[in-house]
């Protein structure tokens, strides 16, 4: 069992686009005895991901209920809590994941569990619903009250980055496995990490399908782990939501640009505001979105912990998706 570590560098639950519930298979006996012991609980654990990922994610069912459960490094326990406190600040105006009561519980001298409510999807997606929760998850997080933590953590975020891309600039654009697009990106805006837009605020960050719920009683935020250091304009994370719900399981263009329109009319309607102001920013929030975590992987093997090879596929298939789409990007920024 590999243990989330600090920096980010915990392997991801879901290893794939798709918006399907995260493979699952039934957890290894010894980790079954370690985790229910600790939790005085009889019960069936499963891991969550990929067979190629050694996740410390779980599904728990229980007698009467299910719980999702992560083993975290200790020397990352502060930043899992500083995370549930966005979410149940959060959860004033949205509905959002946060820490069960009684939690962390110690699984031995260097290692906690961590449980939460499984959130199980009831409904299909509404798109426009989940523009105008995020329009509201954005609102609430405007008032943030340790919103400079937010940002300073960014902004030291970003800086790292691009130390690590100028020192390591020509081992990135020989790298195989970097989509020529990217790689095209990176060279022609080489300070890519070094600055933050004035209208940035703090934002969820990761809105992939296996953060969000749709349920019989609305939209349900989950993970709020990268909104620790995610400040940014809020576009960022409207795009992230129209690129992995709206469009990449969407193989028509036609319904694909109805589902990203209903979204983006989804906020617009309930906070007045369009995500994307300027022409061409939606597929610039894409790009950075890409870049930066093709980025991490490069700067996390070189630092010794290598992600899974589904990883760059994963980011491969997100940029050959922006460049074959972007006749479809550049309609729905004339709709906004």
């Known amino acids: 069992m590999t243990l989330i ?14 918006s399907s519930e995260p493979s699952s298979r039934i957890a290894p006996a010894s980790e079954v005895k370690d985790i229910l012991s600790k939790l005085h609980v009889d019960g069936k654990l499963f891991r969550l991901g990929s067979v190629d990922s050694e996740s410390a994610y779980y599904r728990l069912e229980l007698a009467n209920e299910s719980l999702f459960v992560k083993i975290v ?18 959860s004033s105006k949205v509905k959002t994941s946060t820490l069960r009561d009684g939690f962390p519980v110690s699984l031995n001298a260097h290692s906690s569990i961590l449980a939460y409510d499984w959130i199980e999807q009831q409904a299909p997606p509404s798109f426009y619903q989940l523009g105008s929760q995020i329009a509201g998850l954005h609102d609430v997080l405007r008032g943030y009250p340790n919103a400079a933590d937010v940002q300073s953590r960014s902004q030291n975020r970003l800086t790292t980055l691009q130390e690590f891309l100028d020192s390591h600039l020509d081992e990135v654009l020989t790298d195989a496995r970097l989509p020529q697009s990217a790689k ?8 890519f990490f070094n600055s933050l ?14 953060n969000l719920r749709f349920c019989n009683d609305g939209v349900w935020f989950l993970d709020f782990e990268d909104a620790r250091h995610s400040w940014f304009p809020v576009g960022i994370d409207v795009a992230f939501a129209i690129e992995r719900l709206a469009l990449i399981d969407e193989p028509d263009n036609d319904r ?13 309607e309930e906070s007045g505001e369009t995500p994307f102001p300027v022409r061409g920013s939606l597929q610039l929030a894409l790009e950075y979105l890409g870049v930066r975590s093709l980025i991490l992987l490069k700067h996390f093997e070189l630092q010794g912990t290598p992600w899974p090879e589904s990883e760059w596929k994963k980011f491969d298939r997100l940029f050959t998706h922006i460049d074959e789409r972007a006749d479809l990007f550049a309609k729905l920024e004339q709709s906004c």
């Open 256 to 268: 694909a640009l109805r589902n990203a329109e209903s979204l983006i009319r989804g906020y617009y």
């Open 184 to 191: 095209e990106i990176i060279s022609t805006r080489p300070e």
């Open 5 to 18: 570590q600090p920096l980010d560098t915990r392997q991801p639950a879901r290893s794939t686009l798709s």
């Open 73 to 90: 490094d200790d020397s990352y326990l502060d930043s899992q809590l500083a995370a549930d406190a966005i979410a149940r600040f959060a």
């Open 197 to 210: 837009s004035d209208s940035s605020q703090a934002i969820h960050g990761d809105l992939n399908a296996g």
